[in-house]
């Protein structure tokens, strides 16, 4: 098996577009296609606010 910095393994899955034209993998159970509404900075970590759009 060979790491994925050393070989592209994205030729192993079915590709297709979303909603968002992002690609998602066709063999996934769940895809989520989500857009960033904010980012809180908090001391220890950020927190990402996100609405999805397509949930599949």
């Known amino acids: ?10 030729e192993l899955f079915d590709i297709y577009c979303g909603e968002l034209d992002v690609p998602l993998i066709e063999e996934c159970t769940l895809s989520l296609e989500c857009k960033l509404r904010d980012i809180y ?15 599949q």
């Open 1 to 10: 098996m060979a790491s994925g910095r050393d070989k592209d393994k994205s």
């Open 41 to 55: 900075e908090m001391e220890s970590h950020d927190l990402c606010w996100r609405d999805s759009i397509c949930i």
